[in-house]
């Protein structure tokens, strides 16, 4: 689990640093290209949350008592 937040982390970072690039570009073409690297590397920390919460709540759910589950855990279909 350390190391999917190590990534997500490491996500954010590069997500803030294609922004800083994006607004510092003066050429239009890096402009795009850096915003569109920002864009990318905000989906993909998305989903890496979505993968960490995911493994969270099944953890929660495997430490609690037959018929306790998670009052507020999403399902794999309300994420879709």
Excluded: Y
């Excluded at 982390?9 to 800083?20: G, M, P, Q, S, V």
């Excluded at 495997?62 to 589950?69: E, F, K, T, Y």
């Amino acid at each position: 689990m350390k190391d999917m937040q190590a990534h997500l982390e490491k996500l954010h970072r590069d997500a803030a640093e294609c922004a800083i690039i994006r607004d510092l570009a003066t050429d239009p073409k890096k402009r795009e290209l850096f915003a569109k690297l920002a864009e990318h590397m905000s989906v993909l920390a998305s989903e890496v949350e979505r993968a960490i919460a995911k493994d969270t709540d099944k953890a929660a759910s495997v430490c609690a008592p037959p018929g306790h589950q998670k009052a507020n855990s999403v399902t794999d279909e309300e994420l879709r």
